[in-house]
């Protein structure tokens, strides 16, 4: 499951999103509001969100300066802006001050909506660390300390078997 966080200061928004992204992608997509960006933030030092997509003009905080915030507490997040307004400088900030990865513009069209999201869940899936088990952690941390120590060769006995003292 995906979970994206949605912030916009108008809450009829916030719920066209979530009826659009419901009926595009159901259950797979667990969508959060907020309508408060400081509320938004504290909800991001709390919980690691997948995708996180903000409108850009907000009373107390705006969508860039926000996102960019996002970025320092979570750099692995999806950050997608919304706005009304698209307009090049903006965007531009956008890419390189908060390392957007998608821009969007009110109003959308559902399917637009839909292939930027798309586009999001797989970049944050790439993004999402592999998980490993425990031994495999131990296994890499002792081959980064001590390069062809987890690497055996062996024997038709069951020996382990020594490599040349003298290469060469």
Aim: proline share 7%; charged share 25%.
């Amino acid at each position: 499951m995906t979970r994206i966080l949605i912030i916009d200061d108008e809450a009829p928004v916030l719920a066209a999103l979530r009826r659009a992204l419901r009926q595009r992608f159901g259950a797979a997509l667990q969508v959060e509001t907020q309508t408060d960006p400081h509320e938004a933030l504290a909800r991001v030092r709390d919980e690691a969100f997948d995708i996180v997509m903000s409108d850009l003009r907000m009373p107390q905080i705006d969508g860039l300066s926000l996102l960019t915030l996002v970025s320092s507490l979570r750099p692995d997040t999806v950050r997608l802006l919304l706005t009304a307004s698209a307009d090049f400088e903006t965007a531009q900030r956008a890419i390189n001050d908060a390392g957007l990865f998608r821009y969007l513009t009110k109003p959308w069209l559902d399917t637009e909506l839909a292939a930027h999201m798309e586009a999001a869940i797989a970049e944050a899936a790439r993004r999402r660390p592999a998980v490993q088990d425990p031994h495999e952690q131990e296994r890499l941390r002792l081959e980064a300390l001590e390069p062809g120590l987890t690497h055996v060769e062996w024997g038709p006995q069951g020996e382990v078997l020594m490599p040349p003292l003298n290469p060469g």
